[in-house]
């Protein structure tokens, strides 16, 4: 059975930074693309990063610069590192292994 189990949000000040992680079970990590994505309150869920088997990398417009996606895969593990968080970040966070999702993790951006 295929699980992933987000980790690590919180609630952070503007400019402050967070690390994410998904880990994953019932499948092997490193043969299959991996994807975060987010959704604010009241908006449709936005991708935000993803990760290739060749480990290419992937970023939406609004977070390339500030965030990066990594796998662990003897770990079998993903990671968002997010850097200079603004207010706009704010939202609950999912990992992505097509087609299952994990439960998602708050990220809370507030002074």
């Known amino acids: 059975q295929v699980q992933l189990v987000e980790s690590g949000g919180g609630l952070v000040q503007p400019g402050g930074s967070l690390r994410l992680s998904c880990a994953a079970s019932g499948f092997i990590l490193k043969d299959n693309a991996m994807g975060w994505y987010r959704q604010a309150p009241g908006k449709p869920r936005e991708w935000v990063a993803s990760i290739s088997v060749d480990d290419v990398t992937d970023y939406a417009i609004s977070v390339k610069g500030r965030f990066t996606i990594s796998r662990d895969n003897a770990k079998n593990t993903v990671y968002l590192q997010m850097n200079s968080l603004k207010p706009g970040d704010t939202a609950v966070y999912y990992c992505?292994?097509?087609?299952?999702w994990g439960q998602g993790t708050q990220v809370t951006v507030s002074s």
């Open positions: 992505r292994a097509y087609p299952h």
